[in-house]
């Protein structure tokens, strides 16, 4: 079955200094990820997505995510954290048939940037 | 574009007791996606549907009913409501193409903002 995991419930950073939300994946073929994040009481936001081609993927809000294929994962990356940026992250991958556009979503991964 | 919305943003039933959420979407997507988010658990799908008219079981549709009668909305209902349904709802959309290309381009799903659903 075609999966991902998020090996931390929590990650703790503080203001400026690097983040990093780790997602591994368990697919056969070529995956297709995807980051989520959700802000409270909100719905999830697209963030960003690797299909094919960089293994560099930068998206929304400064955000960028490393696919490495060797190493099955799909970490997601920012530089510099705000205090903003603390919210819930998903990692997805799409399951099912070609034109099938299922996700499968992490567990998620709680991200407190603190002052 | 209101984008998703659904309806209610909240509700409190008493087991037994049926009710309905609304999704609606104005982008014009062939996908549509019921996701119940438990603590823990991440997203699980419930039920989706890839155009109008058509419905399929998800990884978690046992008590739950969908249909699909108009492109732009998909209906999630509970016939008789558990403790065990008590979650955040959330809807989904998004775009389908037989096109490789366009899919690399726009295959992202589009969220509403949850109804927050509790069954006493």
């Known amino acids: 079955a075609q999966s991902v995991a998020q090996p931390e419930d929590q990650v703790n950073v503080a203001e400026g200094n690097p983040l990093t939300v780790k997602c591994t994946y368990s697919v056969s073929g070529n995956p297709y990820l995807f980051w989520y994040v959700q802000y409270p009481n909100r719905g999830l936001q697209f963030l960003l997505k690797y299909i094919t081609g960089d293994n560099l993927v930068k998206g929304s809000y400064g955000f960028e995510a490393e696919f490495n294929k060797s190493q099955t994962s799909f970490h997601l990356k920012k530089p510099s954290a705000l205090v903003s940026d603390s919210a819930l992250y998903f990692c997805a991958v799409r399951v099912g048939r070609s034109n099938d556009y299922k996700l499968s979503f992490g567990a998620g991964t709680t991200v407190t940037v603190r002052a | 574009n209101a984008g998703v919305t659904q309806t209610p943003k909240f509700r409190v039933l008493k087991t037994g007791q049926s009710m309905t959420l609304l999704c609606a979407q104005d982008?014009?997507?062939?996908?549509m996606y019921w996701y119940r988010q438990d603590p823990g658990m991440g997203l699980r799908l419930i039920h989706y549907?890839?155009?109008?008219?058509?419905?399929a079981k998800g990884e978690v549709p046992d008590g739950y009913n969908v249909s699909r009668l108009k492109k732009q909305n998909f209906l999630l209902g509970l016939e008789s409501a558990a403790p065990s349904q008590t979650s955040v709802y959330f809807c989904?959309?998004?775009?389908?193409?037989?096109?490789?290309?366009?899919?690399?381009?726009?295959?992202?799903?589009?969220f509403g903002p949850g109804t927050r659903l509790t069954v006493l």
């Open positions: 549907s890839v155009g109008e008219g058509t419905t």
């Open positions: 982008m014009n997507h062939e996908y």
């Open positions: 989904a959309s998004s775009y389908s193409t037989p096109s490789r290309l366009a899919f690399l381009l726009y295959n992202e799903q589009f």
